[in-house]
């Protein structure tokens, strides 16, 4: 089953959507480099055809947390030409568009396909590394850092800051939203050690555009992150809090061994702002109280 508009086509073999954006000087070039979209049925929570005065337009809604891409952007395209689960099309293709809905849904219907919210992400995000430029700087993701190099439109204290570079351990978040009316766009990058009180202008974990509405391509390195962060699904990670009680001590050198392995271990822990400065004060006196 296929449906071929100005802005791309969309196929459906039963089993994968597949949406290819067209190459016509009108595509968005955000759907052009997200390029080919591989949606597997069990990814879909709906399809619909909106009917219009000259044809109408396909929409596709996914389920919440299937598509690295759809979690970073959170509904913000402003401009619908940029989304790429949007379709229009012509007058003398609406009866193929309705078709393609019945077909989809029917086969959702048969494979039970739920409605609620994906355990893991089931498609994956876009290809690292990946490179997008915007307002007052640059953010590039290599697929284990995030680096963000400001421009001469910089605020001062970006300016003062220089260059960002942050670990993937070191990222709690992504937040991405377009510019809208007088404010800012904005690419900001929240990390474990705590979030930035600053505005998207003066933020050195952020990027901050005010005249292109999308941030040109910045919502992909958004996604790329986003698909490499833990699903928001994932259980946290539990901590195991180092007992106050003294060891017994059977094997006095073992002990001292594991004892010395669980500072290292709080020591990485507190590295990477899993552990604050209070909680790991704390449970280093619990460990060096069991020497």
């Not at 591989?38 to 005065?53: Q, T």
């Not at 404010?183 to 974990?205: H, I, N, V, W």
Request: proline share 8%.
């Amino acid at each position: 089953m296929e449906v071929i508009a100005r802005d791309g086509t969309w196929t459906f073999d039963g089993e994968v959507l597949r949406i290819v954006p067209g190459r016509d000087r009108g595509v968005h070039k955000l759907r052009k480099a997200l390029g080919e979209l591989v949606v597997p049925l069990e990814a879909v929570a709906g399809v619909a055809f909106e009917p219009g005065r000259k044809g109408g337009r396909l929409r596709l809604r996914l389920r919440a947390a299937s598509d690295p891409f759809s979690q970073a952007v959170a509904g913000g395209l402003s401009d619908s030409a940029a989304d790429p689960y949007r379709l229009s099309v012509d007058g003398g293709r609406t009866g193929v568009a309705e078709y393609f809905v019945d077909e989809v849904r029917n086969a959702m219907l048969l494979e039970q396909v739920p409605d609620g919210p994906c355990d893991r992400y089931l498609m994956p995000g876009p290809p690292v590394p990946v490179s997008a430029s915007a307002g007052d700087g640059t953010a590039s993701f290599d697929g284990e850092r995030v680096r963000l190099e400001f421009n001469w439109m910089a605020n001062s204290k970006k300016e003062e800051a220089g260059p960002q570079l942050f670990e993937l351990a070191e990222i709690a978040g992504v937040e991405w939203a377009p510019q809208s009316g007088m404010g800012y766009g904005c690419l900001r990058f929240r990390l474990k050690k705590g979030d930035s009180r600053l505005t998207a202008e003066e933020d050195p974990q952020c990027l901050a555009w005010g005249i292109q509405k999308e941030g040109g391509l910045t919502a992909l390195v958004a996604a790329a992150v986003v698909a490499h962060l833990p699903h928001p699904a994932a259980p946290p990670i539990e901590i195991e809090a180092p007992s106050p009680e003294p060891a017994q001590a059977e094997t006095p050198g073992e002990d001292h061994d594991t004892l010395l392995r669980r500072l290292r271990e709080l020591g990485a822990l507190h590295k990477e702002g899993i552990l604050n400065d209070e909680e790991f004060a704390t449970a280093k006196q619990a460990l060096l109280r069991r020497f």
